[in-house]
Every structure is written in structure tokens, then in C-alpha cells.
């Protein structure tokens, strides 16, 4: 079988592969992601494996730096499979993968290259000698499926999460999509320094969450109310709307008001806008109950009998054991 690569194909043709093979709608392995790397300061590379002009595997990969002029590879949610051929042609076309990753290594100075595939085995990752390191993205989620009516959605709610949507309503809570991201900003980042207070959470550095609203597809939404004069913002989500898939990736909340339930509303609320838009499946983006409780049990209270899909975890393919044994002892003392 000859392989090739392509670090040209179309972000078109490349957006249409990823939307095809990714069991998480693949946001993370788009050509919009790849440029919003960019915009954040990184070096990546858009690497595409043929057979006979046809795609195999495709990945984003972005350089991080490290002291001393070093880096890692990170590919986010991929690399991304074709789902069509036979599980021995995705191990051939991922080994001749990473064999290239290995080449453009050598000339960052990059060590290891980590993954965290959205895939639900891990024989790939194993047979091709890669290590299991926990997660990056995160390993569980909760994910709707949006092809049920809002009735049926509402019916399989926990009895407290429909009553606090209803208490939301009763206040008068309603969404709003911000038309200008950037000028609403500065509402979203004052909500989400007092969330990352309270919750003791670290958030992304503020000009990082500016850039992400600048991708296709991602949308800044507040929770309102016609209640207050103000017209203040009491939640407010950063959601991606993806081909047949939408996206609670960041959500920030004010405690002074949080008898008004207005994040529920506002989950509520971006649901029925999803089945709207055509989406089918609705990602809350990580569910873990030891790691995030609080979270955890409000985002499973809107499908409570819903199974969590997990993914294999991340993994690192070690290019240079010496320097990566001294990367990960570093780590263990930061």
C-alpha cells in the first residue's frame, strides 16, 4: 500500500472529512480551529494521509513551546479515522502518520506528540506504542441526541431541572445571542472571573476566549432578564454550532442572582435553538463526577438515563525517552 502525504488539501475537502469520521462532530480538527491556533500564537500543521487520492486519516497538529527552545506536538480530539475501511488499513495509514509527525518533530525540536482521539478503542494507539497519560480534553461526556422532541427532552430531565427551568421562565430569564462578541466581551469575562473564584477553576487567559469568538461557528450567549432594568447578564455560555452538532464549551454564572436559575434556562434555551438550526446532537463537553461534581450534576440533570460516552484518553508517542523522562519529572513538581 503506498501512502502519501498531503499538507494541502482544501479546508473545505478537510472540514468535510473531519464532519464525516469524527464520533464528536470533530469542531477540535477543523481547518477554523487550525487558524484560531494561529491567531493564539502557534505553529500547526494540517496533515493529510492518502492512498490513490483518497483520505485516510487527517490531523491538526500544533506546536507548544517549551523552555530552552523546545516543544510538543499536540493533536486535539484526533487524528481523525475514516470510519469506511478496514480497521488494518487505519493502523497502516496512522503508523505512516505518525512516522511523518516524527520527521516535522526533528525540526521543532518537539519530543513526544501528544493525542486524545475521540475514538472508543484504543488498539491503534497501543499496537503503534503509545502511552496512555490520563486526558486533556475531557475522556467522559454527556451528549443529547436532538432528534427527540422538546417533550420527550423535557420528560427525560430530572424533576429539579425542569422545575428550575420553569423558575427561570417565571423570572423572566430569556436568550440572547450576541450579535457582537466583541463588544459584549468584557460581560462574558466579568462572569467568568467570578465563576473561576468561586469554583476555584483556572480559566484561559482573557485574549485567548477573544480570538475563540472569532471562529466559525462558535456564538457568545447571555441569560437575560425582563425583570431587571438593568438588562444585566446572570449566565452566560460559549457554545459551537459545528454541522449536525452543538457544543457547551464554556459557561460562567453570577452567584448573586442564582435564584433566578438562569443557567438552566439558558441550557434550555440553547437546546431548543440547536433542534432549530438543524443540529442532531447536543455535546455538554465534559462529565465527570469525581473531577467536577457541581458540574457534573447539573449538565446530567437534563438526561439523567442518558449512557456517558468515553473516549480512550490522551496518549504520547515519545520521540526522545531522555528529555521526555526529565518533562514529565518537571511536571510532577509544578
Given at each position: 500500500?503506498?501512502f502519501?502525504?498531503?499538507?494541502?488539501?482544501?479546508?473545505e475537502?478537510?472540514?468535510?472529512?473531519?464532519?464525516?469520521?469524527?464520533?464528536?462532530?470533530?469542531?477540535?480538527?477543523?481547518?477554523?480551529?487550525?487558524?484560531?491556533?494561529?491567531?493564539?500564537?502557534?505553529?500547526?500543521y494540517?496533515?493529510?494521509?492518502?492512498?490513490?487520492?483518497?483520505?485516510?486519516?487527517?490531523?491538526?497538529?500544533?506546536?507548544?513551546?517549551?523552555?530552552?527552545?523546545?516543544?510538543?506536538?499536540?493533536?486535539?480530539?484526533?487524528?481523525?479515522?475514516?470510519?469506511?475501511?478496514?480497521?488494518?488499513?487505519?493502523?497502516?495509514?496512522?503508523?505512516?502518520?505518525?512516522?511523518?509527525?516524527?520527521?516535522?518533530?526533528?525540526?521543532?525540536?518537539?519530543?513526544?506528540?501528544?493525542i486524545?482521539?475521540a475514538?472508543?478503542?484504543?488498539?491503534?494507539l497501543?499496537?503503534?506504542?503509545?502511552?496512555?497519560?490520563?486526558?486533556?480534553?475531557p475522556?467522559?461526556?454527556?451528549?443529547?441526541?436532538?432528534?427527540?422532541?422538546?417533550?420527550?427532552?423535557?420528560?427525560?430531565?430530572?424533576?429539579?431541572?425542569?422545575?428550575?427551568?420553569?423558575?427561570?421562565?417565571?423570572?423572566?430569564?430569556?436568550?440572547q445571542?450576541?450579535?457582537?462578541?466583541q463588544?459584549d466581551?468584557?460581560?462574558?469575562?466579568e462572569?467568568?472571573?467570578?465563576?473561576?473564584?468561586?469554583?476555584?477553576?483556572?480559566?484561559?487567559?482573557?485574549?485567548y476566549?477573544?480570538?475563540?469568538?472569532?471562529?466559525?461557528?462558535?456564538?457568545?450567549?447571555?441569560?437575560?432578564?425582563?425583570?431587571?432594568?438593568?438588562?444585566?447578564?446572570?449566565?452566560?455560555?460559549?457554545?459551537?454550532?459545528?454541522?449536525?452538532?452543538?457544543?457547551?464549551?464554556?459557561?460562567?454564572s453570577?452567584?448573586?442572582?442564582?435564584?433566578?436559575?438562569?443557567?438552566?434556562t439558558?441550557?434550555?434555551?440553547?437546546?431548543?435553538l440547536?433542534?432549530?438550526?438543524?443540529?442532531?446532537?447536543?455535546?455538554?463537553?465534559g462529565a465527570?463526577?469525581?473531577?467536577?461534581?457541581?458540574?457534573?450534576?447539573?449538565?446530567?440533570?437534563?438526561?439523567?438515563?442518558?449512557?456517558?460516552?468515553?473516549?480512550?484518553?490522551?496518549?504520547?508517542?515519545v520521540?526522545?525517552?531522555?528529555?521526555?523522562?526529565?518533562?514529565?519529572?518537571?511536571?510532577?513538581?509544578?
Amino acid at each position: 500500500m503506498n501512502f502519501n502525504l498531503n499538507q494541502n488539501l482544501t479546508p473545505e475537502k478537510w472540514d468535510l472529512f473531519v464532519a464525516a469520521n469524527s464520533l464528536d462532530g470533530g469542531f477540535l480538527q477543523s481547518a477554523g480551529w487550525g487558524d484560531f491556533q494561529v491567531a493564539s500564537g502557534r505553529t500547526n500543521y494540517r496533515l493529510a494521509v492518502e492512498v490513490d487520492g483518497e483520505v485516510m486519516v487527517v490531523a491538526l497538529i500544533v506546536k507548544h513551546r517549551l523552555p530552552y527552545g523546545f516543544s510538543y506536538l499536540y493533536c486535539p480530539r484526533g487524528p481523525v479515522l475514516d470510519k469506511s475501511v478496514t480497521s488494518e488499513l487505519r493502523s497502516d495509514a496512522l503508523r505512516f502518520l505518525f512516522a511523518e509527525i516524527k520527521k516535522i518533530s526533528q525540526s521543532e525540536k518537539a519530543f513526544f506528540l501528544r493525542i486524545d482521539p475521540a475514538w472508543a478503542e484504543s488498539q491503534h494507539l497501543v499496537s503503534n506504542k503509545l502511552r496512555l497519560i490520563g486526558e486533556v480534553q475531557p475522556q467522559q461526556t454527556l451528549i443529547l441526541d436532538l432528534n427527540l422532541s422538546e417533550a420527550d427532552l423535557l420528560k427525560n430531565m430530572k424533576s429539579k431541572t425542569r422545575y428550575n427551568i420553569k423558575v427561570g421562565e417565571r423570572h423572566g430569564i430569556f436568550a440572547q445571542v450576541s450579535q457582537n462578541p466583541q463588544a459584549d466581551f468584557a460581560e462574558f469575562w466579568e462572569l467568568m472571573e467570578k465563576t473561576a473564584a468561586r469554583d476555584r477553576i483556572k480559566t484561559h487567559r482573557h485574549d485567548y476566549y477573544l480570538k475563540m469568538l472569532k471562529v466559525p461557528g462558535v456564538r457568545l450567549v447571555f441569560a437575560r432578564s425582563d425583570n431587571l432594568a438593568s438588562g444585566k447578564a446572570l449566565a452566560a455560555n460559549i457554545m459551537v454550532f459545528w454541522g449536525q452538532w452543538c457544543v457547551y464549551l464554556h459557561g460562567a454564572s453570577d452567584y448573586e442572582f442564582r435564584d433566578k436559575m438562569a443557567p438552566y434556562t439558558l441550557q434550555w434555551e440553547m437546546i431548543k435553538l440547536a433542534k432549530q438550526q438543524g443540529c442532531q446532537f447536543y455535546d455538554f463537553w465534559g462529565a465527570n463526577e469525581a473531577r467536577w461534581p457541581g458540574v457534573t450534576r447539573f449538565k446530567i440533570g437534563f438526561a439523567p438515563e442518558t449512557r456517558l460516552i468515553k473516549y480512550v484518553g490522551a496518549y504520547d508517542l515519545v520521540f526522545n525517552k531522555i528529555l521526555y523522562s526529565g518533562y514529565r519529572l518537571m511536571k510532577r513538581f509544578l
